[in-house]
């Protein structure tokens, strides 16, 4: 079964999708705190843990193995709940294979984020144990915004993490509620999706007649309110 975890850091909104079923983790980064309007990342992170029991990735914003590991070991004390979200590399392209293996061994839970190919997935395998929990969340998203077809790396890598019960699959950077689906036929562990199309996926199962109706009712509520007339 594809766990659906919800990619958002705006208070209002972890209230409101912890209370779902369908919701079973968040996931969050920089980017979303910013957003989120969030003026101390600690602080701010402690006040998204105090909300939810469940897992909640926070990731680090250090650009440097020692700093990175530091940050990491800060942030998993936290919470219980909390994967500490750590890039595949940093801004040079540096595989942050030091940082990963050392909080792993740590005992610390990661979610390692970024990832894009088999080739980095292969590292993130021989840096892990066989005992902490480790997420690997690939970008099919903004893969599929490049031209490029994510499915062979999401096939091959769900082979690669057979023998690991300590990791999950995620499929990140969700476009649309079909992606849902596509995960799940991979057997994907994981998807992380904004909460616009968690709503639209709770909806799921109109049939084509009524999918026709709402579009051409749509078309019709809008053509008579901008008053076209030919």
Avoid: H
């Avoid at 969700?174 to 992606?179: A, D, F, I, L, M």
């Amino acid at each position: 079964m594809t766990k659906i975890f919800c990619d958002i850091a705006d208070i209002k909104l972890i209230k409101k999708f912890n209370r779902k079923k369908i919701v079973k983790g968040f996931t969050t980064n920089p980017t979303l705190f910013r957003k989120a309007g969030a003026k101390n990342y600690f602080n701010y992170a402690k006040k998204i843990i105090s909300l939810t029991n469940k897992p909640v990735s926070l990731e680090v914003f250090a650009d440097e193995d020692l700093s990175m590991i530091a940050q990491g070991k800060i942030i998993s004390k936290i919470g219980k709940n909390v994967y500490v979200k750590v890039p595949v590399c940093n801004s040079k392209g540096k595989f942050t294979g030091k940082v990963i293996k050392e909080l792993n061994q740590k005992g610390i839970k990661l979610n390692i984020t970024a990832v894009y190919n088999i080739n980095q997935i292969n590292k993130i395998l021989k840096n892990i144990d066989k005992k902490t929990k480790v997420i690997i969340s690939i970008f099919a998203g903004r893969m599929a915004d490049a031209g490029k077809d994510p499915i062979p790396v999401f096939t091959n890598g769900i082979k690669m993490a057979k023998s690991y019960r300590n990791l999950d699959i995620l499929w990140a950077s969700t476009r649309e509620p079909y992606n849902y689906l596509q995960a799940k036929k991979l057997n994907c562990d994981i998807i992380t999706v904004p909460p616009t199309i968690i709503e639209k996926i709770q909806i799921f199962g109109k049939t084509y007649k009524e999918l026709t109706l709402d579009t051409v009712r749509k078309f019709l509520i809008d053509s008579k309110k901008s008053k076209f007339t030919i």
